[in-house]
Structure formats: structure tokens, C-alpha cells
């Protein structure tokens, strides 16, 4: 119910800023953690792939809460939903500061992920419910900028923080944003009309979905160490997740009222639609956390510099973003979408080009001109996956693309380290095996490095180790230009007319 008559010009200031400061917080804390993993791995004693840990446990949280977000709603209340989801943010924030220990932060990190679920959407219901019709446009537009803004300054503003204070500061400085939100928000939407209904909960597809999604994720997570399905334990979270994902499917096909409305699928630009939105953030998502991992781990960037060299990939976004959403409408979709793949893979196939002596400017450019295809990217293809859903459907839509790109960013972050990581090893491994002593290649490196003693080998060793870093790069970077190559064919089989509006969905990121 709308209420946006009450509203005097300082009033819907003040809630737009409350409402955009708790979505800030929220999408901030997808990308800030990512240039402070190797200290934060290193302060708690875990191995950089365990770190990632981090960045999987919100996400894929996250991902499971958002189906909720509905249900939870209609329950209690959207203002309510919201300032609650907010506070208990603030304090799984402030536990996630005071970890001492990996297991601990994972578990606080996952409840911060579940109370962040609500965030944005209720930001989105919120913005659309207080201001008027004609104005709504604009509200979306910032909100959108929002989650364009946040992504640039989490990798600056984690670097900074971890380098000039500690990492824990990444989770703390949620505390005082979000309890300024809270104060804000309630003040200016406490008398708003509150509807409630008593909708029965999908606690099978539910509790279905949260052991399968959560099974999936932690043979992901685990599978390299416990070298996959040579483990029982891998065999047997394999066996629970497909169980559990077969129950989930048929039991979402059948029931009345589903969590996640797998029906949706059966719309021929919603289907084409998700899975290039999926392919292509989990790509994006990818690249954000192995670049600053790569240049902190190998190219001796303290954490400050790495969030610099990755953030220029935001300034065109931020910049494009309003002319997008004003004339997209007169291009196809898919000409647009097609653009963003193809500037994001030629940018993948730029960094194949990296060696170990590229420079920060270089980095810095190759990050700026792939902004060109993050602008172009999540307009046009979210516009283009509710292009033929109808008008009810619409929020079921939204909701479950959004849940399927969250997902997706999780399912990236375990599979793109594991990728690293081992082709890193096969690298090391292969010229390792291809050196001898007996080699006088080999012999002049050592001699090189001050001779044969144990020190020369630790500093070959090292020399090696970047070397393979290196071309698991190049390696990586060049299969996820070829997956975007291939998204420019598969978007143009989403047929036209793209005119349905995608309301709010298509705003946000």
C-alpha cells in the first residue's frame, strides 16, 4: 500500500537515504572482503583457497534467504522486515569483527549473509512505495547507482582499511551505517500502513533447497583438499545435494504455493535470459576476486594498491548507467548485451596478455574499458529475461533471477579458485619435472641466485611459483573470454519484442 501523499520533499530525502545506505552496506560487503582475503587467511592460519571461504559462505547464504524475502513480508511488514534485517546485520557485522578463528567467521559470515537477503529488495518495495509515479523512475535510477557505487568502493575501501587499520574494520564500519539507516528509516516510515497476511510457507522446497544449495557449496568448497570424489566424505555430499536438489525440483513443479517459482523457465527469454545473467556475473564476479588476489599473492600490491588497480572498472558504469536505462529502449536488447560480452571477453583476453612485469596503469586501463561492458551488461539482460513474463509474474521473476545470479557469484568464487589454484600446481609441477642439476639451464639460475645452496633453491622455487601464478592467470583469463564469446551467440537466441516492463527488477544490480 502507498502512502507517498505524506511525503514532504525533506521527509523522502531522508528515507531515500536510509533505504540506499542499508543497500550500500549490504552490496558493499560482497566485493570489500575480496583484496583483504590473503590477510585475513594469513592472520587466521588458512590456506588462500580456505579463504575464499569467506566470500562463499555470505554469498550462497544470501542466495538461500532470498526466496523468503516475499513470505517474511507479507508476515510481518515491509518496514518492519527491514529495520530488523538491517539491525541484525549490524550485529552479525560486529561478530564477524570480533572472530578469532576461521570457523567462527564463516558461521557469522553465514548469518550475515541470511539478514542481508531482505535488504535490497525491501529497498527496491520501499523507494517504488513512498515516492510518486511519475518520480519512481529517478528513485530506481539512484538506487541502481548504488549498486554500481559499492562495488568500486569495497575493493578500495576494504584495501585501505586492512592496510592502515585491520581487516576486522572491513565488518565494523557496517555498525555505525547501519544503526544511522535504522534511525532514519524508522523515523520517517513508522506511521506507514502496515499490511500483513498469514500465506502458508513452502517448508519442503525450503528446507529442500537450503541442504541441497548448502551440500553443493561445501563439495565445492572442500572438494580440492579432500581430493574430491576419492573422499567418502565428498561422495557423500554429492549424494545428499542431488538427492536434494531432485526433491526440491519436483516438489517447486507441484506445489501451490512454491518458494522458488521454477515454472518460469517455461518462457523461452526468461530461460535465455537467466542463464546469460548467470554465466556472465559469475564470469564478472570471478574476475574481481582472482585479480586482487593475484596481484597481493604475486605482484607484491599491498592491499590499498590492489583495490586501486581493480577499481577503475566502476567510473564508466557510474557515468553510463543513466544514459543506458534512458535510450536502451531504442536499440535490440541483444545488440546491447552482445556489446557488454564482447567487451568484457576482449578485456579477459587483454590480461591474457599480463606478465609478471605489467604495470599498474596497464591493469588499471584493462579494468576502466571492461566498465564499457558492465554498463551494458545487467539492463539490457535483465530487461530481456522479463521481456515475456506476465504482468503477475513479474516480482516471482525478479526474485528468482536475482537468487539465481547470487548463487551463481558463489558457485564462481569456490569453482574460479579451485581453477587457479590447480592449474597454478600443474604449472610448478610441469617445470619442475622439465629442471635438473645436471641442466646447465638450471645450473646457471642457481648460479644466478648465489650458488646451490638450500637459499638458491627456496629463491628458485619462488621464481617458479610466480611463473605458474602467471600462466594460470593467462590460463583462466582465457578460457572466461571464449565463455563470453560464446554469450554473445547464445543471447540472440532470445526472441524480440523485449517492450514488457521489468519494473523495478531491471534497476538494480
Same mark, same amino acid.
Given at each position: 500500500m502507498s502512502n507517498n501523499a505524506s511525503f514532504t520533499p525533506p521527509s523522502l530525502l531522508m528515507a531515500t537515504i536510509g533505504l540506499s545506505l542499508a543497500t550500500f552496506m549490504q552490496v558493499l560487503d560482497t566485493t570489500i572482503a575480496n583484496v583483504a582475503l590473503p590477510t585475513i587467511s594469513g592472520n587466521l592460519g588458512v590456506s588462500s583457497e580456505q579463504g575464499t571461504w569467506v566470500i562463499t559462505s555470505f554469498a550462497v547464504s544470501n542466495a538461500i534467504a532470498l526466496p523468503l524475502t516475499g513470505w517474511l513480508s507479507r508476515r510481518f511488514g515491509e518496514v518492519k522486515l527491514f529495520l530488523w534485517a538491517t539491525l541484525l546485520f549490524v550485529l552479525a557485522s560486529f561478530l564477524c569483527g570480533i572472530s578469532t578463528s576461521m570457523p567462527e567467521l564463516i558461521g557469522f559470515r553465514v548469518l550475515q549473509g541470511l539478514v542481508a537477503g /531482505?535488504? @535490497? +529488495?525491501?529497498?527496491?518495495?520501499?523507494?517504488? #512505495?513512498? @515516492? /510518486? +509515479?511519475? =518520480? =519512481? $523512475?529517478?528513485?530506481?535510477?539512484?538506487?541502481?547507482?548504488?549498486?554500481?557505487?559499492? /562495488?568500486?568502493? $569495497?575493493p578500495i575501501l576494504g584495501g585501505w582499511i586492512t592496510d592502515s587499520y585491520s581487516w576486522p574494520w572491513i565488518f565494523f564500519i557496517n555498525v555505525p551505517i547501519g544503526i544511522f539507516a535504522v534511525m532514519v528509516v524508522r523515523s520517517q516510515l513508522r506511521k506507514r500502513p502496515v499490511v500483513t497476511s498469514h500465506q502458508p510457507m513452502d517448508y519442503v522446497g525450503l528446507l529442500s533447497l537450503i541442504v541441497g544449495v548448502g551440500a553443493l557449496q561445501i563439495i565445492l568448497d572442500k572438494g580440492n583438499d579432500l581430493d574430491w570424489f576419492e573422499s567418502n566424505f565428498i561422495i557423500i555430499g554429492a549424494a545428499i545435494s542431488v538427492i536434494a536438489l531432485a526433491v526440491f525440483v519436483i516438489w517447486e513443479m507441484t506445489d501451490k504455493h512454491p518458494v522458488v517459482n521454477l515454472r518460469l523457465f517455461a518462457h523461452r527469454n526468461f530461460r535465455i535470459g537467466t542463464i546469460v545473467l548467470v554465466l556472465g556475473y559469475a564470469g564478472f564476479f570471478g574476475i574481481n576476486l582472482i585479480l586482487p588476489q593475484w596481484l597481493q599473492t604475486q605482484m607484491g600490491y599491498t592491499a590499498t594498491w590492489a583495490g586501486l588497480a581493480v577499481a577503475p572498472i566502476g567510473i564508466l558504469p557510474v557515468l553510463m548507467s543513466p544514459f543506458v536505462g534512458k535510450y536502451a529502449h531504442k536499440f535490440d536488447l541483444r545488440l546491447l548485451a552482445g556489446l557488454a560480452f564482447l567487451a568484457i571477453g576482449l578485456s579477459c583476453f587483454m590480461r591474457a596478455g599480463f606478465t609478471n612485469e605489467v604495470d599498474f596503469q596497464h591493469i588499471a586501463?584493462?579494468?576502466?574499458?571492461?566498465?564499457?561492458?558492465?554498463?551494458?551488461?545487467?539492463? /539490457?539482460?535483465?530487461?530481456?529475461?522479463?521481456?515475456?513474463? +506476465? +504482468?503477475?509474474?513479474?516480482?516471482?521473476?525478479? $526474485?528468482?533471477?536475482?537468487?539465481? =545470479?547470487?548463487?551463481?557469484?558463489?558457485? #564462481?568464487?569456490?569453482?574460479?579458485?579451485?581453477?587457479?589454484?590447480?592449474?597454478?600446481?600443474?604449472?610448478?609441477? @610441469?617445470?619442475?619435472?622439465?629442471?635438473?642439476? @645436471?641442466?646447465?639451464?638450471?645450473?646457471?639460475?642457481?648460479?644466478t641466485l648465489g650458488g646451490a645452496g638450500h637459499k638458491a633453491y627456496a629463491q628458485l622455487d619462488q621464481v617458479l611459483t610466480s611463473q605458474a601464478y602467471m600462466m594460470s592467470t593467462v590460463d583462466y583469463f582465457t578460457l572466461l573470454g571464449w565463455m563470453f564469446m560464446g554469450l554473445i551467440l547464445l543471447v540472440w537466441l532470445a526472441k524480440p519484442p523485449f517492450t514488457a516492463k521489468a519494473g523495478p527488477a531491471a534497476s538494480g544490480h
Open positions: /531482505p535488504l @535490497y +529488495p525491501m529497498t527496491q518495495t520501499l523507494l517504488i #512505495a513512498v @515516492y /510518486p +509515479p511519475a =518520480r =519512481r $523512475g529517478m528513485a530506481l535510477a539512484l538506487l541502481a547507482m548504488v549498486t554500481v557505487v559499492a /562495488p568500486i568502493a $569495497g586501463l584493462v579494468q576502466l574499458f571492461m566498465g564499457i561492458g558492465v554498463a551494458l551488461f545487467f539492463m /539490457p539482460t535483465l530487461s530481456i529475461l522479463m521481456s515475456d513474463l +506476465p +504482468p503477475h509474474q513479474i516480482a516471482d521473476g525478479a $526474485g528468482l533471477a536475482t537468487f539465481l =545470479r547470487t548463487l551463481g557469484g558463489s558457485f #564462481a568464487a569456490s569453482l574460479t579458485t579451485w581453477i587457479w589454484i590447480r592449474r597454478a600446481d600443474q604449472h610448478h609441477a @610441469y617445470m619442475s619435472e622439465s629442471m635438473s642439476v @645436471y641442466d646447465s639451464a638450471t645450473r646457471d639460475a642457481l648460479n
